[in-house]
């Protein structure tokens, strides 16, 4: 009951200290009234247990992503799968080049641009280039 090296000393505690003894004493009592308890019989409950259905396991994001896009049933009516990944970096890039300018500016000063052409019209001798 005690460990062989304890022994010694425990049964001297035992024996100088009446609170301990009377604690073993009761340790004892529900001790003795613990094993009057019978336990009810479960017949097959193991068998029960053992040959239940287990849960479908959980599979990882990559396989579930995996066997979306490429079914093993079925491939040909399940094409667009595929073609619908393919598509989303196009998708992407589109989106990201509408929001973003990435420095290049699109504000175009229109009296510059009509400034330049008239310019570039003066220069030009439109009254000999008729043959």
């Given at each position: 009951?005690?460990?062989?090296?304890?022994?010694?000393d425990?049964?001297?505690?035992?024996?100088?200290?009446?609170?301990?003894?009377?604690?073993?004493?009761?340790?004892?009592?529900?001790?003795?009234?613990?094993?009057?308890?019978?336990?009810?019989?479960f017949?097959?409950l193991?068998?029960?247990?053992?040959?239940?259905?287990?849960?479908?396991?959980?599979?990882?994001?990559f396989?579930s992503?995996?066997?979306?896009?490429?079914?093993?049933?079925?491939?040909?009516?399940?094409?667009?799968?595929?073609?619908?990944?393919?598509?989303?970096?196009?998708?992407?890039?589109i989106?990201?080049?509408n929001?973003?300018?990435?420095?290049?500016?699109s504000?175009v000063?229109?009296f510059?641009?009509?400034?330049d052409?008239?310019?570039?019209i003066?220069?030009?001798d439109?009254s000999?280039?008729?043959?």
């Amino acid at each position: 009951m005690w460990p062989e090296d304890l022994r010694e000393d425990l049964e001297a505690f035992l024996a100088k200290n009446e609170s301990a003894r009377s604690l073993l004493s009761e340790y004892s009592q529900l001790e003795q009234s613990l094993d009057k308890i019978a336990v009810p019989d479960f017949p097959g409950l193991e068998t029960r247990v053992l040959n239940q259905a287990l849960s479908p396991r959980q599979q990882s994001l990559f396989v579930s992503l995996i066997s979306w896009l490429l079914p093993t049933e079925n491939f040909g009516a399940n094409l667009w799968r595929p073609a619908l990944a393919a598509c989303l970096p196009l998708v992407f890039g589109i989106v990201l080049g509408n929001y973003y300018s990435f420095g290049i500016s699109s504000e175009v000063d229109e009296f510059d641009y009509w400034e330049d052409e008239l310019a570039m019209i003066a220069l030009t001798d439109i009254s000999e280039s008729e043959d």
